[in-house]
Each structure stands twice: as structure tokens, then as C-alpha cells.
């Protein structure tokens, strides 16, 4: 190990060094020991999962813990996950232990006793989540400053996980209030395993000088990548499943049709199905039982449902071919905490297990040596991708392996192109080519956050007990992460939150918590800043269907499925959060708009450029391999990749290749210039409008006649987040213009389409 770095630890730190087994320090350890110990200003530590990150931040913290004590907290660790911190708890009590140091954890699965103790007697190192450290504010607002008062350093872990959301800008300001809170500006030290743009971690931590903080990466020790995309194709219930062969010859059998007829096509299901035929996840199940029973392993699915559906595929193989145990558990954030505490304690045994999971173990809790990374559908995102690929091979020597399933559906008489471009799997492609090319999601530091800054506006008053409306904006705007808001702009909140009575002004000018406020802040939910779904009731007459998240409302006239009935949308109420539906015959399947996640324009792209590329991917099973060339074959009869456009009698298909918000402008353009249209997640469909009237509307895009905010006004849909429906449609358009929509992104692929004339082939 450096000598130099190592001589210039504490005594005691060197001992529990030695206890541990460790002979060396690594590289990115060394870094911030100099660093921290030598320097004074905020750092970043980027590398790969199990380099030591923690380590490297707590040991030089802790050699200045044991030489300068203190009677409040002096080191704070800000972790995304209850499991994260307790893991974490657990290491730093081992390296503590010998020094005196405490060490304590501050969650909502810590008993009431032990963080009384913790009140009554600061000091040392205290773990916490974001929401926990929201209620000492709400809770012991008075005592924060005796607290913390000696509080020198926070460590926040997962950086990636809070720079682009509502838990990063809630942080942001709960880290504002403190420094005002003790008077002082506490060193920060950020770990990561994906940074994708440096200066937007950098902003996050010192957004007033960004250049200030340093970042340490660890350029070695990178792990060899071993990886295969399993394809599998859905049928409908009842149905014949079909090979590869016979689906490619289906799909270019019903293409032409598809191009050339308006009308339905006759039904292509098969005549004959087979009780009791295995399905997708029955195929998925078989390959888990063959590559993953021997070994510990994670397997992460985009929607807990698919999960659950999985795992009693599993339990019930298990019964019926009777294993001695089944090797098999769920572990995700809906299960009680005894469930996943007795998950983890079953990966940590080293005995075989495989923990199907949603993103509640991406983060770095140690569940021993993971072998293989499985993805159920690919996820949304490269820096997803990443994260979870990162927690196997994590022992020196091991490569990271993945094992991803994509799901794609077998054509049918409704399948449209995009269905016909198995979209599924060109994203599962283009998020590993641009992995492998060190590609990450830029972070978007422009977004308005107004329903955090609304829940930062109560959860101050509930602190208070009251403040001036100059008071509220000076803590949370000009001091805070709120500066994208102007005094206008926070005017009307208040006014807002006066008229829905969740506040009140005294005569003496003083803005308190009306009685709804009161209630809102008592809940046990309020710490949260982010709410689980923003959810909408769909009803029929005075009949309850069921509910759907606002992103999956398709716009009135369009159709949605719930309860296994075709719904056509006929009125949608945002402020009581209701959609208001009729029974829908015939017609074509609804689309799911933005049922999983944002994708970046840049993934999408590269979805455009597989399509033209003609080399086989080497990761690529033999099923994916036929349905990518039967994609290509698509793509090139139908010129959707090459031509990006083509016509068939009534209607015009678009293929801009542009990412979710750039789509939803195009579409927000088509609504305001009154063209009927309908969009997917790769396409918009302009229906019985003229070819002169779509250049019209290219160039009222490409030039931007239309402001954001007159685009926004559009939108059927204008409540996303916890606290947005206590706002006005006005505030809420402005949000939407800044936070929803890609102008940019729309004008490039418009001025692009009329640049080469798209609509004259």
C-alpha cells in the first residue's frame, strides 16, 4: 500500500486496517486520502462497483474523527435505501469500534429508543435517508443546530441516484437548510459508480462554483464484460406460438397490407392452439433454472408484477419437480421489511440464490459475490444498465456477466409498423452498443421542481410554525436549489396554496399552515417529497373501472385498457383526477405512452442506426438474430429507417427518431395546429390531412412558431408529481414547457424532414 497515505491515517485506523486482512490500499483510496486529509474543498469519487468508494471517503474521515471529537454529529452519510444504509452501518461500526467513535443510523425501520439515544447524545458518524433527515427538520427543528453544530463532512453515496429527480433537488435544499441551520458549509464527498456528465455532479454539490470540486476516477482495474440478449416472443392466450421462421414470414405477409389497406385485416391467430403451451415467461423461468441455480444472482425487472408473475412460475416449478429448496426469492420495495431483510440475509449466507428485484438492490449493498446480472426487458436507461450490471463480478479476476430478456409480441392482425420494427429489442441492442462505447444520460439541472418546492414551503412552515413570504423565498431560492423559480413564479404559489387552503396570512404578514396544511404535513407520507404515482380514477357513468398513472392517460379520443375492456377516453378532469370513458369497438390497441420511463433522444438514434447497420450482434441469441434482420427487412420495405416517412391511403406515418419528449412536442405540435393524429413510441401517425398541410406543420416546427409554453397548453395531462395538482394550470404549464417537452430536439427532426423532402417520395 502507498506508504505516504497510508503513514498520514490515525494509529487506531492503520490497527483496524491490519484486523481486516488488508494489504494494500488501492489507487482511488490513496487519491482521497491526500485529498481529504491535505485539502479543504468538496470531492467526487467515481468507480466501478466494490473499488473501495466507501472506504476511500471513511477512512481519512474517520482518522479526523478519532484526533478531534466532538459532541454532536461530525460525519454525515446521506444513503438513497434503508438496505444501503444498514449494510453500510454495519462496516463503518466494524471500523469504528476500536477508535469510540458512534456510529448511528437514522430510518424508518430504527426503533424510537435508539434514536432518542441518538438525541440525547450526538456525535460521531450518523447514517440517514434524505426522508429521515426531513423529519429531524419537521420533528426537532429546534435541536438541528445542536445536532449538527459540529457537523464537518457529508458523504452522499449513489450520487447518480439523485442528480436528475425529485429526491437530488429535495436533497439539495435539505443540505441548504442545514448549512443556514449551523452556520457553516460542511465539506461533501459524493460517491458514484456512473457519472455520465462531471459538471452536473459537480453543480449538484457546489452549484455556486462547480469548478471547486474535484473529482477522483479510477481508471483501473476495468472488468472484463460478458453478456447475451435472450429473445422471446409473446402470443396471445389460446394462441399457437410461433417460431422465428414463421413469425418473419407472418410479418412480411402482412405488410403489404398493413402499407396498402385501411380497413382491419382479416385474423391471423392461429387456428389451432395448444392447452397448457408454455409462454415467454415460462421460456425466461426455464433459462434461470438452467444459468442461474447454481450461483448467487440478481435478475431485475422493469415492473414488479412481471416479477411476482415470475417467481410463482418458479415456486411452482419447484413444487412440481420437487427441489429441495427453491433457490429463487422476490425482493422489492412493496414487501414488508421482514421479508427483504430475510432476502438479504439469505444472499449474504453464500448459499446458491437468485433475488428477483426491482431497483431496491441497483444500489451498493453488499450481498456477497453476485455471478450474473439478469435484466427482465431492457431497461430505460445506459446508466440503469450500468448499475446493474456493475453489481457481478465483483471479486478481482471475475467478469461482470448480463443475461437480458427481451420480450417482443408475435404479429397479429393489429400489429402495426413500429410492432413490426420490434422496438423492445432494438433498445435492448442500442442501450448495450452505447454502454460499450462509455455512454451515460446527460443530467437536465433545468427542470422547475414546483412540487418539491412546494413540499420544502410546508415542510418550513411546519418547522417554524410560520414565516414571511421574503423569508420563504430567501431560504429556499436565492439560498436554495430553487433558482429557476422567479418571484413571480413563487407568488402565485403561495397564492395557489392560500386558495386550496393549505396556507394563510396573518395580518401582520406572517404565512402559516391552514388546517389542510396542517393535515398534510402531520401524514406519515409528507417526509417523501416524491410520490409513488401521481394516479388518475377512470369511470364509465358512475361506475368505478379501476386506476391508471397519469402517463399512461392517452389523450380524449383515444382508447386504454383496464380491467381486460378497450376504453375510448371521452373527457379527462386533471384537478379531480379523473378520466372519464365510454366502451370502445373495433378500432386499433391503445398505446401506453410513457408507461416505463423517459428515453433519451440519443438512445433512440442508435435504435435508427441498428436498424441500418447490416453486422450481426455477437450477443445477440439466434431468435433475436431473425427477428433483427426481420426488422432491417421491415425497415426497408417500409423506408421507416431510411426514409423516416410514407403514406398510405388516409394516413402518414412519421418516423422523426427522437426521444420521448421530443415525440410528445411533435405531438403537442399536431394538436395545436388541429391535425388529427395518433403517436407510439417510435412514430406519429397524422390521419386525413393532406401532404401540403404536413409540410405546413414541419415548418411551423422547425421555426418555432409556437412557444414551449403555448405547446404545454395542450397537454390533456398536466399533474406528474406529489404536489402538482395544488397548483394552477398556469404554474403547471410553465413546468410542463421547461420539464416535459424538447423543443430542440422536434425542431432538428422537422428541419431534417423538409431538408430532404421527405413527402415527395
Known amino acids: 500500500m502507498s506508504e505516504a497515505a497510508f503513514e498520514q491515517l490515525h494509529p487506531g485506523v492503520k490497527k483496524a486496517i491490519y484486523a481486516m486482512g488488508w494489504t494494500k490500499l488501492r489507487p482511488v483510496q490513496v487519491e482521497a486520502i ?8 468538496h470531492l ?47 462496516r463503518l461500526e466494524q471500523l469504528c469500534e476500536a477508535l469510540d467513535i458512534p456510529v448511528h443510523r437514522w430510518h424508518g425501520d430504527v426503533s424510537a429508543s435508539q434514536k432518542k439515544r441518538f438525541r440525547d447524545s450526538p456525535g460521531g458518524i450518523l447514517l440517514i435517508t434524505p426522508e429521515s433527515l426531513e423529519s429531524n427538520f419537521i420533528n426537532f427543528g429546534v435541536h438541528v443546530p445542536r445536532l449538527y453544530s459540529g457537523l464537518e463532512f457529508v458523504v452522499i453515496d449513489e450520487l447518480h441516484s439523485f442528480l436528475p429527480n425529485v429526491r437530488g433537488i429535495h436533497l439539495r435544499s435539505l443540505m441548504a437548510r442545514l448549512a443556514h441551520a449551523i452556520n457553516r458549509v460542511p465539506r461533501v464527498f459524493a460517491l458514484s459508480a456512473t457519472l455520465g456528465e462531471p459538471m452536473s455532479a459537480r453543480a449538484f454539490i457546489a452549484p455556486d462554483a462547480p469548478e471547486s470540486v474535484t473529482i ?63 409462454d415467454d415467461l415460462d421460456d425466461i ?19 414488479k408484477q412481471s416479477l411476482e408473475l415470475l417467481a410463482d412460475r418458479l415456486h411452482q416449478r419447484s413444487l412440481h419437480e420437487r427441489w429441495p429448496h427453491n433457490p429463487f426469492i422476490v425482493h422489492h420495495g412493496s414487501l414488508a421489511k421482514n421479508l427483504r431483510l430475510e432476502a438479504e440475509e ?48 465483483r471479486r478481482e479476476g471475475e467478469p461482470s456477466i448480463l443475461r437480458m430478456y427481451v420480450r417482443e409480441d408475435s404479429p397479429t392482425a393489429e400489429s402495426t409498423i413500429t410492432d413490426l420494427l420490434f422496438p423492445d429489442l432494438l433498445r435492448a441492442i442500442a442501450l448495450v452498443r452505447l454502454m460499450l462505447a462509455k455512454w451515460l444520460e446527460p443530467t437536465d439541472f433545468d427542470r422547475m421542481h414546483l412540487s418539491t418546492l412546494v413540499h420544502q414551503i410546508l415542510s418550513l412552515l411546519r418547522q417554524s410554525g410560520g414565516m414571511r413570504a421574503t423569508d420563504l423565498h430567501d431560504a429556499l431560492v436565492l ?117 416505463g420511463g423517459v428515453i433519451h433522444t440519443r438512445i433512440v438514434e442508435e435504435m435508427r442506426a441498428v436498424l441500418l447497420a447490416s453486422h450481426e450482434p455477437t450477443y445477440l441469441d439466434g431468435a433475436g438474430q431473425k427477428l433483427l434482420a426481420l426488422a432491417r427487412r421491415v425497415a426497408s420495405m417500409t423506408g421507416a429507417a431510411n426514409h423516416s416517412i410514407f403514406t398510405r391511403p388516409g394516413s402518414t406515418q412519421w418516423f422523426p427518431w427522437v426521444g420521448t419528449l421530443g415525440l410528445r412536442t411533435i405531438a403537442l405540435y399536431a394538436s395545436a395546429a388541429g391535425i388529427p393524429h395518433e403517436a407510439d413510441s417510435l412514430s406519429i401517425t397524422y390521419k386525413a390531412t393532406s401532404l401540403p398541410d404536413i409540410r405546413a406543420h414541419w415548418r411551423e416546427i422547425a421555426s418555432d412558431t409556437k412557444t414551449p409554453l403555448e405547446l404545454a397548453r395542450f397537454m390533456a395531462v398536466k399533474t406528474f408529481e406529489k404536489f402538482d395538482s ?36
Open 479 to 595: 439560498r436554495g436549489p430553487f433558482r429557476r423559480i422567479t418571484e413571480t413564479q413563487f407568488g402565485q404559489m403561495l397564492r395557489d396554496l392560500a386558495r386550496n387552503e393549505i396556507v394563510e396570512q396573518m395580518p401582520q404578514g406572517e404565512i402559516i399552515l391552514a388546517l389542510h396544511g396542517e393535515r398534510i404535513t402531520a401524514a406519515q407520507d409528507f417526509y417523501a417529497a416524491f410520490d409513488a404515482s401521481e394516479e388518475f380514477s377512470v369511470r364509465f357513468e358512475s361506475h368505478d373501472i379501476g386506476k391508471l398513472q397519469s402517463s399512461l392517460i392517452p389523450p380524449v379520443g383515444e382508447n386504454l385498457i383496464l380491467a381486460g375492456r378497450r376504453w375510448r377516453v371521452d373527457q379527462i378532469e386533471p384537478h379531480a383526477k379523473c378520466v372519464f370513458v365510454s366502451p370502445a369497438r373495433g378500432g386499433k390497441p391503445p398505446v401506453f405512452r410513457g408507461s
Open 285 to 303: 423461468a426455464s433459462d434461470l433454472v438452467r444459468n442461474f441455480i447454481t450461483s448467487t444472482n440478481l435478475v431485475f425487472g422493469n415492473s
Open 216 to 278: 477522483l476516477s479510477d481508471a483501473v482495474g476495468k472488468r472484463e464484460v460478458k453478456l447475451v440478449i435472450k429473445t422471446f416472443v409473446r402470443s396471445d392466450d389460446g394462441e399457437r406460438r410461433r417460431t422465428p421462421d414463421e413469425i418473419a414470414e407472418l410479418a412480411v405477409s402482412v405488410l403489404p397490407k398493413r402499407l396498402n389497406e385501411s380497413k382491419p385485416l382479416h385474423d391471423l391467430r392461429s387456428a389451432a392452439p395448444s392447452d397448457g403451451e408454455p
Open 44 to 90: 467526487i469519487i467515481s468507480a466501478q462497483t466494490a473499488s473501495g468508494k466507501t472506504e476511500a471517503a471513511f477512512l481519512p474521515i474517520i482518522s479526523r474523527l478519532a484526533s478531534e471529537r466532538s459532541d454532536s454529529v461530525q460525519a454525515l452519510y446521506v444513503g438513497p435505501l434503508k438496505a444501503l444504509i444498514n449494510d453500510q452501518f454495519r
Open 726 to 761: 395544488f397548483l394552477s394550470e398556469d404554474l403547471l404549464d410553465q413546468a410542463n414547457a421547461r420539464d416535459q417537452l424538447d423543443q430542440e430536439v422536434a425542431r432538428s427532426a422537422a428541419s431534417f424532414a423538409l431538408r430532404s423532402d421527405l413527402l415527395s417520395s
Open 346 to 393: 439469505i444472499l449474504k449466507s453464500g448459499k446458491p440464490t437468485t433475488a428477483l428485484c426491482s431497483s431496491t438492490l441497483e444500489m451498493g449493498i453488499d450481498i456477497g459475490a453476485v455471478r450474473t446480472v439478469g435484466q427482465i426487458d431492457p431497461p430505460w436507461s445506459v446508466a440503469s444498465l450500468v448499475q446493474r450490471l456493475g453489481r457481478s463480478g
Open 34 to 41: 491526500q485529498q481529504i486529509l491535505n485539502g479543504s474543498g
